[in-house]
């Protein structure tokens, strides 16, 4: 929230005159309330880590299935291609999209996208491949019931446990390469700051002392991404209780 050019750079819990802390952690370099700002930015990084996810989850999802159920030459094409993105840095790689795509909230979740569905496919494939050889599976095909039911309908609900807690890690993954790349000025626009933009937008005044700008964002980041990986083990020790053994 833009306040006031005169209260850039307040320290946490800067009164406002009337006895009562105003900016509880502070302002930046242009009067912004910090407190405002994370929330502000937090938005952003899920709406970026979630929607990322989300559509990398389908599909990667869809390959995956697909690469198990058919076999052949399109499991050994699908798998090339999963084979030859997760052998590169992905934050080099993003770099290298977002340095010709631009900045932009769409152009960051097309990025991160390209960067995620590969994990999804590897692990519904390996997956998949253990439920195409069992019995219900070959009933299914001797009862002549179409190939897309039989992946959507028999398949795809045995392998939803790894998928939901690999997606929970991968919304967290998400939101730091996005964070990563904002600091570094190819992620999202200055006018959707998220807390990777935050974080960078402080980095400038840390020499001064004005430490608060960047360490609170960071502050949050750090809590939301131990958060959701929190989260993605309790969800794996729920969905497989064996684990617990």
Request: charged share 15%; aromatic share 8%.
């Amino acid at each position: 929230m833009q306040l006031d050019v005169m209260d850039s750079r307040l320290p946490p819990g800067t009164e406002n005159g009337l006895g009562s802390f105003h900016y509880l952690l502070g302002t930046d370099g242009q009067g912004r309330d910090i407190y405002s700002g994370i929330f502000y930015g937090l938005r952003i990084s899920l709406m970026v880590g979630l929607g990322s996810a989300a559509i990398a989850a389908v599909l990667g999802t869809s390959l995956g299935l697909l690469a198990a159920y058919a076999g052949g030459r399109t499991d050994a094409f699908v798998m090339r291609v999963v084979d030859l993105i997760l052998s590169f840095p992905s934050i080099l790689v993003a770099m290298m999209i977002l340095a010709y795509l631009g900045k932009g909230i769409s152009n960051v979740i097309l990025t991160l996208v390209i960067l995620e569905w590969a994990y999804y496919a590897r692990t519904v494939r390996g997956q998949a491949l253990v439920e195409t050889q069992r019995e219900y599976v070959e009933a299914a095909r001797c009862l002549g019931i179409p190939h897309w039911r039989i992946m959507l309908s028999q398949i795809l609900p045995n392998c939803m446990p790894p998928l939901i807690v690999i997606a929970t890690l991968q919304v967290a993954r998400a939101i730091t390469l996005e964070a990563t790349l904002s600091f570094l000025g190819l992620g999202v626009p200055i006018t959707e700051p998220s807390l990777g933009l935050l974080i960078a937008n402080g980095f400038q005044y840390m020499l001064s002392g004005d430490y608060w700008i960047s360490f609170f964002p960071g502050v949050a980041l750090l809590l939301t991404i131990v958060a959701l990986n929190l989260v993605g083990d309790r969800l794996r020790d729920v969905l497989n209780p064996r684990g617990q053994l």
